[in-house]
């Protein structure tokens, strides 16, 4: 807000956060490479990124051409044995990762944590509202597993990290008391300015072989128009160029109407030709774009569905047709013809619900994610970000976790 005079001040700093983002990836296991122009780091990644895709030499050749740098995609995967995980074996299959190498909470962080005797996970349980005290401090937390039967559990201390639609939905959930409109909601924004990554696909067909989806992830990016940029009129952009651009097979065949020995030619014929790069956009802090609760549809447990209510202005509509135009440009130095771009959809990057800043009638947590309004309560997760950038909210969110978690256990060795 105070350099582009769109969107919200953060109340921390780059250099606030930088040493928690070394935490992250060394705790994750990010494989990437240090680049110049990039933001000052205290020290590397801890892998090397991961080689450039077969279908990468078409986007380098048509980045070269027009001086567009390419660069590969940090990622929390193994390019080499690290954390007692293996190596990435490119199985194409990244949704669920059959061989641990790609970080998960489950085989990097949870381990360690039981290990300490401190730390038990209950699952399949739902905790279904947050209980405040008189003096409006969190004093239990209740929840139902599949019987339905509610169970309550106690703390000193209440930390929340379940993504940006279902905090605010837990929050509104536990309206009651002196928080008739939500716990920790005085400044009426819990919900409210809901964002996600606008996005559109542009491709086009080359005449070679690409030969998609051997990996099951992309391995090169251009973030050149994500961060040194004027970003008072349309936001950052972020090209990520992927490495399985529809149409598969099944979908050629689908579309084809053909039948037998036609139908296989056919497929073979037409499939692998397609370029695709991706174009996320940053959106801004809309506070007509919000998570609220829809009294028309409950869940298993009775309580009303969350509602969201989601539109792509004209702020991020110019940054997208920016980023098709130079898209475009990419795919058709690249040697591809028949470009096109698909309409906007959203990525499935939830944030901005319980936003953080210094004033309490503006913002619902602080910059070490303790609610204003409620003590020991901390709202962890990507509804805490003022505003998105384009990039995924991944690491951002592990690093403010882990400097929270710092301050949390500050205040419990101090006996607050």
């Given at each position: 807000k105070t350099r582009f005079g769109v969107g919200r001040d953060w109340p921390v700093s780059y250099s606030d956060l930088e040493p928690y983002y070394i935490m992250a990836?060394?705790?994750?296991?990010?494989?990437?490479?240090?680049?110049?122009?990039?933001?000052?780091?205290?020290?590397?990644?801890?892998?090397?990124?991961?080689?450039?895709?077969?279908?990468d030499r078409f986007f380098a050749a048509g980045c070269k051409a027009l001086g567009i740098p390419l660069r590969p995609i940090p990622q929390a995967r193994n390019s080499l044995p690290f954390g007692g995980r293996p190596q990435c074996a490119s199985c194409g299959t990244c949704r669920v990762c059959p061989t641990g190498a790609k970080a998960s909470v489950d085989l990097t962080h949870f381990p360690i944590a039981e290990a300490t005797g401190y730390t038990h996970v209950w699952t399949d349980v739902t905790v279904l509202r947050l209980e405040a005290d008189r003096s409006g401090k969190v004093c239990a937390a209740i929840c139902a597993g599949q019987d339905r039967v509610e169970r309550r559990i106690k703390a000193d201390i209440f930390v929340v990290a379940a993504g940006a639609v279902e905090t605010p939905r837990l929050l509104l959930l536990s309206a009651g008391g002196r928080f008739a409109s939500g716990l920790g909601n005085r400044s009426g924004l819990v919900g409210k300015g809901f964002m996600s990554h606008p996005v559109v696909d542009v491709t086009g067909r080359v005449p070679e072989k690409v030969y998609p989806y051997r990996a099951g992830f992309s391995t090169a990016m251009v973030d050149q128009f994500a961060v040194v940029r004027d970003r008072s009129k349309s936001g950052a952009i972020l090209l990520e160029m992927l490495n399985g651009a529809w149409p598969t097979p099944g979908q050629i065949a689908a579309l084809c109407g053909k039948w037998g020995q036609s139908l296989k030619e056919h497929v073979r014929r037409e499939f692998g030709h397609t370029l695709g790069i991706r174009v996320f956009c940053e959106q801004l802090p809309d506070e007509g774009n919000s998570v609220s609760l829809d009294d028309s549809k409950t869940d298993f447990f009775a309580n009303p569905a969350p509602r969201l209510t989601y539109n792509v202005g004209s702020y991020e509509r110019a940054a997208l047709a920016e980023g098709k135009r130079i898209a475009s440009g990419i795919l058709r130095e690249s040697g591809a013809s028949l470009v096109q771009a698909t309409p906007i959809f959203a990525a499935a990057h939830q944030m901005g619900t319980h936003r953080m800043g210094n004033d309490p009638d503006r913002s619902v947590v602080d910059g070490n994610l303790r609610c204003h309004d409620v003590s020991n309560l901390f709202l962890i997760g990507s509804g805490c970000f003022p505003t998105s950038s384009p990039f995924p909210p991944t690491l951002t969110i592990a690093a403010l976790a882990i400097r929270a978690g710092r301050h949390i256990a500050g205040l419990a060795g101090r006996g607050e």
């Open positions: 990836e060394r705790g994750l296991g990010v494989a990437g490479q240090s680049v110049s122009g990039s933001p000052a780091r205290s020290a590397g990644y801890p892998l090397p990124p991961f080689d450039f895709s077969y279908s």
